[in-house]
């Protein structure tokens, strides 16, 4: 068996997949959903949304598999992120010395055929969507072009999860920033006031409330 390599820009695709904040979250639809046509349309017991953490691989979404996670090292997606096209396939795992003796292959789930469309976030393969059957087989080209587009999908859901969490943090800073101005404000002994172009006072201070008799 062979371990898959790591790749170059190991620490910078960690970071990626770290951005999503997505590791050991609950099913959600989407991606269940995603999974379960992959499922459909290549015609494979095994489908999944698998993410390749430092030693582990996760599985977002999963159809057709009651694990939750297989150890990187006997793990075909962690071949796939390293390699140089889009997908990666393997079209009967027991002719393939990477795989012949794998864990996976010899015992279950069984993985003989696998193939794994490359996940990016921010330029680099985070992970997944791989489907998996328990006999040799080929995809078709219509069959391999609907599966980029359901990968895409999920870069697409990642992406979106990324951006979310990158708002929520510049909303905290902003509350932070905007409660320590108050504060100092507060704490000042001259008086601060808001006035609109009517001449209405709209905000005071402590100390000028306390000055204008506010």
Known sequence: MQSPPVPPSEAERLL??????????RPEPEFEAIVELA??????????VSLVDT????FKARHGLDA???PRNVSFCGHAIVHDTPEFIVPDARLDPRFADNPLVVGEPRVIFYAGI????????VGTLC???????????EQLGQLRALARQVEVLLRGRARELELERTRAELEKSRALSNAI?????????LQEST????????AAARILGL
């Not at 990626?16 to 979250?25: F, I, R």
């Not at 030693?55 to 996760?58: A, I």
């Not at 489907?131 to 080209?141: A, K, V």
């Open 39 to 48: 499922s459909l349309v290549s015609g494979c017991p095994i489908a999944l």
């Open 55 to 58: 030693d582990r691989q996760w």
């Open 68 to 70: 939750r996670q297989t």
């Open 131 to 141: 489907i998996i059957d328990h006999r040799p087989r080929q995809l078709t080209e």
């Open 16 to 25: 990626a997949l770290a951005s999503c904040k997505v590791l050991d979250t």
């Open 199 to 206: 001449g209405q006072i709209s905000w005071s201070n402590p």
């Open 118 to 125: 490359a996940i990016k976030v921010a330029g680099h393969a």
């Open 185 to 193: 404000v507060d704490s000042m002994h001259d008086g601060v006031v």
